[in-house]
T-cell receptor, first 111, second 113 residues
Framework: RKEVEQDPGPFNVPEGATVAFNCTYS??????FFWYRQDCRKEPKLLMS???SGNEDGRFTAQLNRASQYISLLIRDSKLSDSATYLCAVNDNSGYSTLTFGKGTMLLVSP | NAGVTQTPKFRVLKTGQSMTLLCAQDMNHEYMYWYRQDPGMGLRLIHY???????AKGEVPDGYNVSRLKKQNFLLGLESAAPSQTSVYFCASSPPQDQETQYFGPGTRLLVL
């Protein structure tokens, strides 16, 4: 099985802090990378795609490091509403677009 | 658009019973997926479909069957439920122009006693 590994956390940070998560993947042929957000007892929702050149969306920045086979997610100025589990997903580069998900990193933002 | 919907939201089964989980999407998506999510295991792909009438096995297909008779529906069947199939089941779909961006349904919580 192609592996996607994440630190499960939880990462406990105060409001306003900057926090970063990494996700390592084993399939060097993977071409597409994503970060999903999952709130407690809810479905995962796409947060952002990760491009080779990096991707920024407001307070969120995603980076790809192909040489070391990991992707990262940086959250600046953390909000209480950022508390969630963050899943990384990597395509398996097979003929069809199936994704392998990491087990997720839990973030808890406190007042 | 309702997006991706799943029926039922919650179900309790006894070992050996059968049931079908329904996933429906109104976004005209070609690809549909069934995942299970267990504590400490993350999301694991059970089966998927790349179009009406086609299905394929994912990472953990044993004990499950699927059918995609209509483009908008993807059914997941458990012929003889086992306690190991207690899980949260998520369906997802993706559009033809962006096959790797998956949209998830709200999930079905299944408890097998």
């Amino acid at each position: 099985r192609k592996e996607v590994e994440q630190d499960p956390g939880p990462f406990n940070v105060p409001e306003g802090a900057t926090v970063a998560f990494n996700c390592t993947y084993s399939n060097s042929a993977s071409q597409s990378f994503f970060w999903y957000r999952q709130d407690c007892r809810k479905e995962p929702k796409l947060l952002m795609s990760v491009y080779s050149s990096g991707n920024e969306d407001g307070r969120f920045t995603a980076q790809l490091n192909r040489a070391s086979q990991y992707i990262s997610l940086l959250i600046r100025d953390s909000k209480l509403s950022d508390s969630a589990t963050y899943l990384c997903a990597v395509n398996d580069n097979s003929g069809y677009s199936t994704l392998t998900f990491g087990k997720g990193t839990m973030l808890l933002v406190s007042p | 658009n309702a997006g991706v919907t799943q029926t039922p939201k919650f179900r309790v089964l006894k070992t050996g019973q059968s049931m079908t989980l329904l996933c429906a999407q109104d976004m005209n998506h070609e690809y549909m997926y069934w995942y299970r999510q267990d504590p400490g295991m993350g999301l694991r792909l059970i089966h998927y479909s790349v179009g009406e009438g086609t299905t394929a096995k994912g990472e953990v297909p044993d004990g499950y069957n699927v059918s995609r008779l209509k483009k908008q529906n993807f059914l997941l069947g458990l012929e003889s439920a086992a306690p190991s199939q207690t899980s949260v089941y998520f369906c997802a779909s993706s559009p033809p122009q962006d096959q790797e961006t998956q949209y998830f349904g709200p999930g079905t919580r299944l408890l097998v006693l």
